[in-house]
């Protein structure tokens, strides 16, 4: 079985490799009862939530969405196959995955297991957040790979995470996590500023908080020698998208923390910059903002962070836990690793264990793709492959 080696992390220090700035090269959304639109039409734009808003106020009203369903790489692949259908040619790329996959990577070298040091050592248990562990599904078409989240795993990962006690006296955790929807909710309108009615943005803690609605964009970038295409949502745009689609979106990402009132919470929040810069990096996210809550869920302070200035920061004026060279870096190896020894079509499984200092790749299925390729898509490609013989 081969495996691709963490430890030592440090030979992954140094200059970054290259990376293509992402691209939007289409988008999709989800509607408010999570059906799939060809369309931008759940764009929103950001407008600052009220200091002071309780972030607990409507829980009990919340429309979550069901995420249990396994949906594969359905409507990333079906955004593709709209888009060859426009262009009439196949995208470029090495690897088509969602940006949560990505993400996952990225972070591995400072997950809680892989002990670079003692500020590793001290935030040990600070963010359960970061994947100490992961299973991925992948397969090989047309000379692509195409990577997925093992579904069951992950679905038992975020019901661990949910159970997790809460503090005496303390939230839950599914309180703690509507906080985050709740100030998505407080910070969006559904046009410009200049476009929406002042009625509406005054009346937005009175909105019932539904997150069945996304905003998905598709990227083309890259990691060394490796072309990727990420599909991922986007929380919201900063003002009107370029009418030059070559031009970088001005895209928001929305986040929460804790106030951070102690040493302890400083350094736990700097282990969460490292998902934070990520998730956004990757997408090509410039702005992110961060709504600071009081242990009571009362939205205390909004911070604004450059995605670009976050690992320069981490490292000059922080603890310097992580290290945003070192996690270019390791995702271009590990990228190319995975091209090398994925040679042949079948299901395999990407496999990072609790405290493994190894990712695994192993093949599950001899044959065929399991349900990571839709047959909308595998039959779309093998027409296009028709019509060029």
Partial sequence: MPTFPISPAERFRGSSATVRRPQEIACFSFDDTHTYRADESSLRYYYPARIGADLSRGFDQFQKLDGTADNHLDALLKTIVRLEKETGASVQADLITWRGMMTKILCTPFDNYNGLGFWD???LSADSNLPASFEMNATLFQVRK??????????????????????PGGPSQDLMSFWGYKFE??????DTWAETDREFIESREDHVVNNHAQYCCVV?????????????????????????????VNWVELKTSGELYTDRAVMKFERKLLKFWAQSFLLGVPRIIVGFRSTHGILERIEEFETQNIPGNVKRKGKGTWDGNLCINFAA???EWLKSNITSEGVWR????????????????????GDILSSEFVEWRQQMASAVA
Wanted: net charge negative; aromatic share 8%.
């Fill in 333 to 335: 190896a590990l990228l």
């Fill in 121 to 123: 050592r001290i935030v």
């Fill in 185 to 190: 909710t407080l910070s969006l309108i559904p």
């Fill in 146 to 167: 195409f990577i997925e989240e093992n579904h069951g795993y992950g679905l038992a990962g975020w019901e661990t995470q949910r159970l997790q006690p809460s503090q």
């Fill in 220 to 248: 083309k970038t890259g990691f060394g020698k490796t072309r990727v295409i990420l599909g991922g949502e986007v929380d919201a745009a900063w003002d009107a998208k370029p009418e030059n689609k070559d031009d970088p």
């Fill in 350 to 369: 990407i496999r990072k264990k609790e405290h493994s200092k190894a990712i695994e790749l192993f093949k599950l299925e001899e044959t065929g793709h």
